[in-house]
């Protein structure tokens, strides 16, 4: 039967079971109601507690707070006091909010409660105004007149007798401690304090009385301090009664009635928990006669179901203890029933068995998770710890480099100034000494600095433009005069343009440099040091550049190798006491070439030298995507340094390479930026030569023809190739070679190079502000190698007197100050209108100091020490030398207009014809009031002036502008006279260039015929036109319907029959 089975047993037996659960669920549900309103009533009473609690944590900690305040009159204690009595508040109206079913007398106490919150706010504020008062006349009424009391003694010390001046200095004795009882009694306010005050004041007046060298006037000042001493006094009695008997006893008030209500919200706690034990233990009979009940019907549903489900399982039970005691199990299969309580048995085991592997996970789960949780407490302790440590190192080493530059200032500025002097050889040498000794010291407080930068990743990179040639003159300037001490050679090896113009962050680039080198210099006893850069890659928008620094030093071994780049390490202990230093040069240089976007890596050789390299990419400028770029391939160093030279001169950018492979390498990479190759070969290899057969190939497919220059080197005159369809060849002998290429790759800029005298500025004034004696001193020299006259200002209140006095041009100002900083300073000025240059000289290197800085209104930004040549780029940027100016500076208008003559003549001549009569127009607009409309004039003409190389004309207009926009009298009568001349002298110019130009076409009309003459027998015996006859007929420049204006073309590509049928036609067509 149905009945019969297991399952059928076990569902009637679940049925009984879900009855009596639903039994047991209404009669919970009736007790929960209750329970849980007893808790709420327990929540309140905690919540009233709680806040209770908290109330008189805040009074007890406004009182420490008040002590604290009476003890140090530290204004963070004030903030502390409303912070804790805002709270107290807070607290006391949510004891308010609850009061609904309290007692009139609880009510009364919290009022009570925060009328005596109110009383002590009142009271302590009231301290806190009579501890200013306090001290406000301890300022005003002692310590001025004390000190001035002193200075006056000290004075008449110094202009004393020996027999007086035992006298003076028993008075400022007495004096010196009168301000020491006055502050001891200002902090201390006790009566010995006091009578210690009254006691030096009487003895001081009694010397001062009884000396008959100190005047009368100076004895009555003792009255003076009497009276203000009774002050004191008085304001100590009320301040001492404040703090002693009203805070007191306000304070014992309040603590009364917290405790009170403490007591009150402690026995309604009380009582709601024994209503809710009450409920509880009712519950719980409850439940016990439930389970009576419950197990009486469970008896007789055993008695129902033994025999049915209880003797059929016994076997599953034993056999479940034996499964407990890890015993196999047997399964018999003799029946049925058997059968189905073996496949149970089977479940069982396999769920014990997965139930065992759970525990053990568990419990290795909360093991791992218990030392999870204390590993991430500790971490998150050592996190805290190493942030607030970090913090502190920052802000140490800030510091310290800041109080650390300004000696270094000195030292430096001072050296440099007797560098600059006549010394002997012995002491000239002592000097470069000690020089090359405070440049190490300043790297290595630049280290440091860096190094703690580093560590909190406070960084920022720059991305400005900049040249290579400003990196390696920078490498050049710090590091040849410690080579040249050392005897070694310093080389650099650029195969790209020094005038390359980047995108990038030089500062940080310079810094790994120089890194490199001056670690090259001081593992180095003997041989050379190079730095060498060459382009890995470039694409249209970017350039990859690898550097590397190589020396013939000492060398590394492969384990030094691995731990160079660790900080404070180097390659062993005798090392660094041999050689010095940190060791955080390597490191910083590591974590920069990370920072920039590559990787510093070392190849060395123990005893034979070492090679550091990276490779960083960089952005080219605008102007230098616009550039052409050479390839040069010599093996000549001379040669090509040259080359760089002279093409850099005519805004060509250059590589270089000495391997044929590397060239090859270079032009084959996508998007090759090489529109010129200039190659250096000797004659017999132009026909096998491995790079030329490879250009060729090349350049089969491409749209641009590319510019092949063959230096020749071993003829003068060389014969010329085959022409390429794709590739335009120049061979150009080893004579002139360099003017050859000039007129080849820049005919228009073919012209010789001129030097610029060294700029002086004298007539100009320069102010220097700076607190330090020494830091003016060398700013001084330094600024009187330019011939400029210097002023100087102690701080920058000083310095705004200086400059309502005096005529100022620059103003060089530090930024650290007493009485007024120079931020505070740059500020009024730019308030007051004043737009001198103001240059910021500080030793705060940090790039927040420079922000400030340009936010107060400084034009530049100089870090001490001072350097000359960064101090004379300062003053070049913003100042105009003094040198001579022209009426007509004709070679600066020929470079504004790019050398286009006829354009020059064009410009002259509307100058002439728009400024003749702007006298008379300037007059009319004087007498009509019209300033606005005549300061436009002349800053128009003031542009074209500076435009055309008329420097005369264009100093007059600055200064007629200076004077309309300052508002100052209107003197037109000297510029009237310079415009006159000016005008004169651009005419007389005009009519010169004029007779030039008809005498160049006479001689042209005279010499064509000869030269084309000479050209056309050249042609019918197939030899080469010389380079005189190509540059007189480039004098020729013929129109594009002229019978000669394709001749040029034809004797470049060699093309003699072209040549020949072109002049015959120029004859035939000057017959007719």
Do not use: W
Not at 292 to 309: D, N, P, T
């Amino acid at each position: 039967m149905i009945i019969n089975s297991i399952k059928s047993k076990i569902i009637l037996a679940l049925c009984s079971l879900i009855g009596l659960l639903l039994l047991q669920s209404y009669l919970f549900n009736y007790s929960q109601t209750s329970l849980l309103n007893l808790q709420k009533s327990q929540h309140n009473a905690l919540i009233q507690s709680e806040a209770v609690t908290n109330l008189e944590n805040d009074i007890i900690s406004l009182q420490g707070h008040a002590v604290s305040f009476i003890d140090n009159a530290n204004e963070n204690t004030i903030t502390k006091f409303n912070f804790y009595l805002n709270k107290a508040n807070l607290n006391l109206e949510q004891l308010k909010t609850n009061t609904q079913n309290q007692t009139p007398e609880y009510q009364n106490s919290l009022i009570r409660l925060g009328e005596y919150l109110n009383n002590y706010q009142d009271t302590f504020g009231q301290v806190v105004v009579n501890r200013q008062k306090r001290e406000h006349l301890y300022i005003t009424q002692f310590k001025q007149p004390i000190d001035d009391l002193q200075v006056t003694i000290s004075d008449l010390e110094g202009s004393s007798n020996n027999d007086n001046k035992v006298i003076f200095n028993d008075v400022l004795l007495t004096i010196s401690n009168l301000k020491h009882a006055i502050i001891s009694y200002l902090y201390k306010p006790n009566f010995d304090e006091a009578q210690n005050v009254k006691q030096n004041l009487n003895h001081l007046h009694k010397k001062l009385t009884s000396t008959s060298v100190i005047n009368e006037s100076l004895s009555n000042k003792t009255t003076s301090l009497k009276q203000a001493y009774n002050q004191l006094v008085l304001l100590t009695r009320s301040y001492t009664f404040s703090v002693n008997v009203v805070l007191t006893g306000i304070e014992n008030e309040l603590l009364y009635l917290t405790n009170e209500i403490k007591n009150i919200e402690k026995n309604k706690l009380i009582k709601t928990e024994e209503l809710l034990s009450s409920h509880l233990t009712k519950n719980t009979e409850q439940a016990n006669i439930f389970a009576v009940l419950i197990m009486l019907i469970i008896l007789f549903l055993s008695y129902f179901i033994f025999r049915s489900v209880i003797k059929p399982i016994t076997q599953l039970t034993l056999l479940l203890k034996d499964m407990n005691s890890e015993k196999p199990v047997t399964i018999s299969n003799n029946s049925q029933n058997q059968t189905e309580i073996a496949s149970v048995i089977k479940a069982a085991n396999a769920l014990y068995l997965k139930n065992k592997q759970t525990k053990e996970l568990l419990n290795e789960t909360r093991v791992l998770n218990s030392q999870m949780e204390a590993m991430n407490a500790d971490l998150t302790s050592a996190m805290e710890q190493t942030d607030k440590a970090n913090k502190t190192k920052i802000d140490f080493v800030a510091n310290m480099s800041h109080e650390l530059r300004t000696p270094m200032n000195g030292i430096l500025g001072m050296l440099q100034l007797l560098q600059s002097s006549e010394l002997p050889s012995r002491q000239k040498h002592y000097a470069d000494k000690a020089f090359s000794s405070a440049q190490n010291l300043l790297q290595i407080l630049n280290n440091i600095l860096d190094f703690s930068k580093l560590e909190s990743e406070k960084v920022q990179l720059e991305q400005i433009p900049f040249t290579l040639h400003t990196i390696v003159s920078n490498v050049q300037n710090l590091f040849s005069t410690n080579a040249k001490q050392k005897g070694l050679l310093l080389n650099f090896t650029l195969h790209v343009d020094a005038g390359l113009e980047l995108i990038g962050d030089p500062m940080h680039l310079s810094q790994i440099i120089n890194n490199c080198v001056g670690n090259a210099i001081k593992f180095t006893e003997h041989g050379e040091i190079s730095l060498i850069i060459e382009a890995t890659s470039q694409h249209e928008k970017t350039i990859n550049l690898r550097f590397s620094i190589k020396d013939t030093g000492i060398g590394m071994t492969q384990e030094q190798s691995k731990i160079i780049f660790q900080s404070f390490s180097q390659g062993d202990s005798s090392t660094t006491r041999k050689y010095g230093g940190t060791g955080l040069g390597l490191t910083i240089s590591k974590q920069l070439t990370k920072l920039l976007g590559g990787d510093i890596q070392v190849r060395s050789t123990i005893n034979q030298g070492s090679e550091f390299f990276f490779t960083l990419p960089f952005t080219l400028s605008e102007q230098q995507k616009l550039k052409k770029h050479a390839l040069l391939i010599s093996p000549d160093n001379e040669q090509i340094k040259k080359l760089m030279d002279l093409l850099s001169d005519i805004n060509i950018t250059t590589e270089t390479t000495q391997e044929p492979l590397r060239a090859i390498a270079k032009m084959a990479q996508p998007n090759s930026p090489f529109s010129i190759v200039i190659m250096s070969i000797k004659e017999k290899e132009l026909n096998d030569n491995f790079i030329l057969q490879q250009l060729y190939a090349q350049n089969k497919n491409v749209n641009e023809k590319l510019k092949l220059i063959l230096l020749i080197t071993d003829e003068e005159s060389p014969e010329p190739i085959a022409k390429n369809e794709n590739i335009d060849i120049t061979i150009i002998g080893n004579k002139n070679s360099e003017v050859e290429i000039l007129r080849k790759l820049s005919p228009d800029n073919f012209k010789e190079k001129q030097l610029r005298p060294h700029p002086k500025f004298s007539g100009f004034n320069a102010l220097v502000v700076d607190d330090n004696k020494i830091n003016q001193e060398i700013a001084s020299a330094l600024l009187a190698r330019l011939d400029m006259t210097v002023i100087i200002a102690d701080n920058g209140h000083d310095a705004l007197g200086k400059v309502e006095t005096n005529d100022i041009d620059i103003i060089f100002m530090d930024v650290q100050m007493p009485v007024m900083d120079g931020l505070e300073a740059t500020s009024i000025l730019r308030e007051r209108g004043y737009k001198t240059p103001i240059i910021a000289i500080t030793a705060a290197a940090d790039p927040n100091d420079k922000k400030a800085a340009f936010r107060a209104g400084m034009d530049d930004f100089l870090v001490k020490p001072i350097i000359f040549d960064a101090l004379f780029e300062s003053i070049e940027k913003h100042l105009q030398s003094n040198k001579p100016l022209n009426t007509i500076n004709l070679q600066l208008a020929k470079e504004n207009v790019e050398n286009n003559d006829e354009l020059l003549a064009k410009l002259f001549t509307q100058f002439v014809n728009d400024y003749n009569d702007f006298s008379t127009k300037a007059d009319i607009l004087i007498k009509n009031r019209e300033l606005e409309s005549l300061i436009r004039l002349v800053h128009t003409l003031k542009g074209l002036a500076g435009t055309l190389g008329l420097e005369l004309l264009q100093q007059s207009t600055q200064s007629i502008e200076k004077n309309l926009i300052d508002e100052k009298s209107i003197n037109l009568s000297s510029f009237n006279e310079q415009l006159t001349l000016t005008l004169f002298a651009v005419k007389q110019f005009l009519i010169a260039e004029g007779f030039k130009k008809e005498h160049k076409q006479l001689n042209q009309l005279e010499n064509e015929d000869s030269v084309i003459d000479n050209i056309y027998s050249l042609a019918l015996t197939a030899r080469p036109v010389p380079s005189s006859l190509i540059r007189q007929l480039e004098m020729d420049q013929y129109d594009r319907g002229h019978s000669l204006f394709k001749l040029k073309e034809a004797i470049d590509h060699f093309n003699y029959a072209l040549v020949i049928e072109l002049i015959d036609k120029y004859r035939n067509d000057n017959k007719n």
